[in-house]
């Protein structure tokens, strides 16, 4: 039997946490959107996901054409296949890291194509059922996994080498302070 006033304390900090999180995407008084970052890389996800299935349906049907006249074993096909559009994906989206701003916001939209990933790959495993996870498991496997793999590990390792880079930021209370 559950502890009632232990379950009241985990429903109000989940409350308290669900209010935080959904607050960053409410208007301030002025109109403007309290964490832009969210809100943009939330959009970008949208377009690494298009510039991704972009690359896939350009890439593997020539790839596929090459290999297989070629003689290549199918497990390579299936390599070369898989990697060659998220290599190519991942070089364009890094062009991202050439605009001013936030550098924060390509590994925050690897981040937001990540949950959404696993949410669909949560509903297609529901949906398909278990006797279909092999094939669920390996479309994912082929088509999603080495773009995410890529794109967030080479976000990831920019942003922290862009991080490790700036300059300390001085103090403007005491500016005549140096660091």
Known sequence: MANPIRQKEIDE???KFADKFWGAFQMTENGRVKSTI???S???CWVLLALYGG??????PWLNALLTESGTPIWL???????APA?????????????PGDKRLLPASYVWLTLLLLACLIALLILMGWKSAGLVLQFFGMFVLAPLVLGLGSSLLAYYL???KRPPAGDPARPWKRQ
């Open 38 to 40: 969210l809100l943009y």
């Open 42 to 44: 939330f959009c970008l």
């Open 87 to 99: 290599i190519a994906g991942t070089a364009i989206a890094s062009l991202v890291w050439l605009l």
């Open 55 to 60: 690359c896939f349906a350009l890439i593997n």
């Open 162 to 164: 862009y991080w490790k």
């Open 77 to 83: 096909i299936n390599l070369i296949e898989a990697l």
């Open 13 to 15: 900090r989940i409350g």
